[in-house]
């Protein structure tokens, strides 16, 4: 039997991830710093450990409520409404996911009909891209490489008299690969424009914690009834491994989400769930002090690289430094990533991943130790001195 046959071709059309491939393609470099993955270099806290082993100790190893156990609902429901003012019902509005990337597929299964479009301003983080061809939809770039990195509401605009049965848009704050955020005026310019359409709003905040200017503004304060809002504990708490997103969303689409999050995992883990109470509750402000920290390393990061001439984006929040690859460097972002690997030993990812408006960039995840960092951005300057030669 010819096994290519059987599988369904929309599937089979699909690009493998960006990042992961690329993070394979130069695994094998000895003595490699990775500055690849987005993933805190922190540990879990102790106290949600702690919560986690006690949970298991007393037995929380069943099946709990698929959307999720409601204390679980609850804390999360809380957590947004302390964090950002905003409100989600926890028995209609909110349901547990295993990590936001379990709620990106679920909302486009729901959303999306056969050939339906997902708007997607980028360079984006690329799974929303791979997971709408996984959902049978077609997705639309935004490439916001001329507008500073930023969707704004006059080129949304002109997107939506384009396709105006758009069923979704995402929006990512702060952003990856970017970093970028968005002000108020700006969110409120962009629900100005989009509360004129049948498009949901899928406001990926999962690095809502980190931001360094000011306050991060959920996307639901302005357009709430037409806003779906993703946010976890992967970044905000360094429980990249544990597995946990919810999604917040007005009743009647949680309604069906729900139907798709149930068949796709039923509830996620119970004891989890357990760890997760302890971090939306307890663990409320655990993120500031990584946050401080991550600040420095961002500012050791784009000094060093404007010391050789590297112009980055601005970068506001999340992790991320997104680089300009030298205008002397002869290739393309994969080039250079690749020679930064073999010649250098420095991980980072080619803008193209991130689709349109990434090629010509370089993206650094600065979730890495002091001293990673130092040592790669000195292997950096030596191979571009070498380079410059
Ligand atoms: C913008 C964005 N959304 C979602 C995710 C996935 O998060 P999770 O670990 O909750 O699946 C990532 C991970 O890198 C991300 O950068």
Not at 31 to 43: A, H, N, Q, Y
Not at 258 to 272: C, E, Q
Not at 346 to 374: K, Q
Request: with cysteine; proline share 5%.
């Amino acid at each position: 039997m010819d096994l290519s046959k059987i599988i369904n071709s929309n599937i089979a059309g699909i690009e493998p991830e960006g990042i992961s491939t690329f993070s394979q393609q130069i695994a094998g470099t000895p003595d490699l710093i990775k500055l690849t993955v987005g993933e805190p270099d922190f540990k879990t806290p102790e106290h949600i450990k702690a919560a986690a082993i006690k949970a298991i100790n007393t037995d929380q190893t069943h099946y709990t409520a698929p959307e999720g156990a409601i204390e679980t609902r609850r804390a999360a429901s809380d957590f947004l409404a302390k964090k950002y003012d905003v409100h989600y019902e926890p028995e209609s509005e909110i349901v547990i996911t295993i990590g936001v990337s379990e709620a990106i597929l679920d909302v486009y299964l729901a959303l999306l009909n056969p050939g339906d479009e997902i708007l997607i301003p980028a360079p984006a983080f690329p799974v929303y891209a791979g997971a709408v061809q996984v959902a049978g939809g077609k997705v639309v770039f935004i490439d916001t490489s001329n507008d500073g990195f930023k969707l704004t509401a006059d080129k949304l605009a002109e997107t939506l008299q384009h396709h105006p049965n758009a069923k979704g848009l995402i929006l990512t704050c702060p952003n990856n690969p970017t970093g970028r955020t968005y002000s108020e005026a700006e969110l409120k310019a962009i629900a100005d424009v989009v509360k004129n359409y049948d498009t949901i709003v899928i406001s990926d905040e999962i690095y809502s914690e980190i931001t360094y200017g000011g306050q991060h503004h959920s996307f639901a304060k302005y357009l709430r009834d037409q806003t779906i809002v993703f946010n976890g504990l992967s970044k905000s708490h360094a429980m990249t491994g544990w597995r946990l997103g919810v999604i917040f969303a007005p009743a009647p689409l949680m309604k069906q989400l729900k139907k798709v999050h149930l068949f796709n995992t039923y509830n996620i883990s119970a004891f989890i769930q357990a760890a997760a109470i302890e971090a939306f509750t307890n663990g409320i402000n655990d993120a500031a002090p990584m946050r401080d920290v991550y600040k420095q390393r961002r500012d050791l990061v784009t000094s060093a690289l404007a010391s050789v001439g590297i112009s980055v984006v601005n970068p506001e929040g999340a992790f991320y430094i997104f680089a300009k690859v030298p205008d002397n460097f002869d290739g393309t972002s994969v080039d250079f990533c690749l020679a930064l690997a073999r010649d250098a030993h420095v991980g980072v990812v080619p803008g193209s991943a991130f689709g349109p408006g990434g090629e010509g960039y370089f993206r650094i995840s600065y979730a890495a130790s002091f001293d990673d960092l130092t040592e790669s951005m000195n292997r950096i300057k030596s191979f571009l001195a070498v380079k410059n030669d």
